[in-house]
């Protein structure tokens, strides 16, 4: 079987990419169940501090909880009773962020932590409300280490979602590249458990349906998903355009060697660029909830200078919507111009068009953005 795509210069986007979700799953960070191996935690930590400083936003999504709590608690084996799991979830994450914490407090960087569930992504003013979180973590040089929030759900602790998780996180911040290091050096044709001449696949096309039967098996001990959930997670991230790199976490210098260019893991390529999948996503997936009526200004900052649309050019609202819903921008004369996902609801919306957004917080009492739809969240109507 042949996934070899020949496209020499796919290597570059890797390369090329800005903002990365980095994941790191459990059966590699806990060193085979025997608590968190902070040496290889150094190890990463050492070439995600050299990544930033060459310009690139960083997001961790972190496993090991579970199994870090089960070492803490002195267990060997994992326990079947969910609510045993959540409990040790909730023991290990302690140890699970200080280690990130004090490992990036080393060279001068901060963290911070974010527990977080997939139906919090799929609620639109949720998902508004992490985006803002994350993205102002990232402007503020922060690193933000994400678990899934296992009190809560337990679909992570069952499947091993986190590769799910990190893939919406990679779709919710719009990263260009999503790296799931794993405990092999990749996805191979066939389980290398239990198939010793397995051949690691360089690069495929992750909506190519081949892939399916050679990511079949599950997980190891630890880790849950084994390559099916990074197959899915590649997929949800392609979505949004992103690449997804599948990599051994343990090979030396991992990171360093991805942002070189070097042809490392797997990778898999999303088949359409970043901006026309998520314009499309916005297209295709919500109803309108209501109207914005635009002065001339507004319209031309949206069409002609593809700018987002603040409080300041919006002359009347219609409908009644709530933070996150879709709502349609149109022109003095009630041609539709654009449609997006906006920050305020029509309430909040009422109060504060007309008006600069330095002024949002004072007619308000606080500020969620400046804009009122960002330009990432628009889509313009041809
Ligand atoms: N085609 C495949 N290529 C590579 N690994 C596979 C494949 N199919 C199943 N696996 C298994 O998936 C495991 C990694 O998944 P998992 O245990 O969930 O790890 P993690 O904790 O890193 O998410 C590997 O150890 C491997 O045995
Ligand atoms: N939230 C769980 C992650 C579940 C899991 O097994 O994930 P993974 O190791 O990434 O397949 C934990 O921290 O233990």
């Given at each position: 079987m042949c996934f070899w795509l020949g496209l020499e210069n796919?290597?570059?986007?890797?390369?090329?990419?800005?903002?990365?979700?980095?994941?790191?799953?459990?059966?590699?960070?806990?060193?085979?169940g025997k608590g968190l191996d902070r040496g290889a935690m150094a190890v990463w930590v050492e070439q995600m501090v050299a990544l930033r400083a060459q310009g690139v936003e960083l997001v961790l999504v972190s496993?090991?909880?579970?199994?870090?709590?089960?070492?803490?608690?002195?267990?060997?084996?994992?326990?079947?009773?969910?609510h045993e799991l959540q409990a040790a979830a909730a023991i290990g994450q302690m140890g699970l962020v200080q280690a990130w914490e004090s490992s990036f407090g080393e060279h001068g960087r901060r963290?911070?932590?974010?527990?977080?569930?997939?139906?919090?992504?799929?609620?639109?003013?949720?998902?508004?409300?992490?985006?803002?979180?994350l993205r102002t973590l990232v402007e503020l040089d922060v690193v933000p280490v994400?678990?899934?929030?296992?009190?809560?759900?337990?679909?992570?602790?069952?499947?091993?979602?986190?590769?799910?998780?990190?893939?919406?996180?990679?779709?919710?911040?719009?990263a260009d590249l999503l790296v799931i290091l794993t405990d092999r050096d990749g996805m191979f044709d066939a389980d290398p458990r239990n198939n010793p001449d397995a051949q690691l696949i360089h690069e495929a096309r992750a909506d190519d349906p081949a892939l399916d039967a050679v990511a079949g098996g599950v997980g190891g001990a630890l880790g849950r998903g084994g390559m099916q959930t990074k197959l899915r997670a590649a997929r949800l991230a392609a979505r949004s355009g992103a690449h997804t790199v599948i990599v051994g976490g343990a090979i030396e210098q991992v990171l360093a060697r991805?942002?070189?260019?070097?042809?490392?893991?797997?990778?898999?390529?999303?088949?359409?660029?970043?901006?026309?999948?998520?314009?499309?996503w916005l297209a295709g997936h919500l109803q309108t909830r209501g109207t914005l009526v635009l002065d001339d200004g507004a319209v031309k900052a949206l069409v002609s200078d593809r700018k987002s649309l603040l409080p300041v050019g919006v002359k009347a609202v219609q409908g009644s919507f709530r933070r996150g819903e879709m709502v349609v921008c149109v022109a003095p004369d009630g041609r539709e111009v654009a449609r997006g996902l906006v920050n305020y609801s029509a309430l909040e919306a009422?109060?504060?068009?007309?008006?600069?957004?330095?002024?949002?917080?004072?007619?308000?009492?606080?500020?969620?953005?400046?804009?009122?739809?960002?330009?990432?969240?628009?889509?313009?109507?041809?």
């Open positions: 796919m290597r570059d986007k890797v390369s090329g990419a800005q903002r990365w979700v980095v994941k790191i799953g459990s059966a590699l960070l806990t060193a085979d496993s090991g909880a579970v199994a870090a709590g089960m070492s803490r608690l002195g267990w060997t084996a994992r326990p079947s009773a969910i963290t911070a932590q974010i527990l977080l569930t997939h139906d919090d992504l799929s609620d639109r003013k949720r998902y508004l409300n992490a985006r803002s979180t994400i678990n899934e929030n296992d009190t809560v759900v337990t679909d992570g602790i069952r499947f091993g979602d986190n590769d799910t998780l990190a893939a919406l996180v990679a779709n919710l911040v719009e991805l942002k070189a260019g070097e042809l490392l893991g797997t990778l898999l390529v999303p088949e359409r660029g970043m901006l026309a999948a998520r314009k499309q009422q109060k504060i068009i007309g008006r600069p957004s330095d002024e949002i917080e004072r007619l308000l009492g606080y500020v969620d953005e400046p804009e009122l739809v960002h330009r990432d969240n628009l889509i313009l109507v041809q």
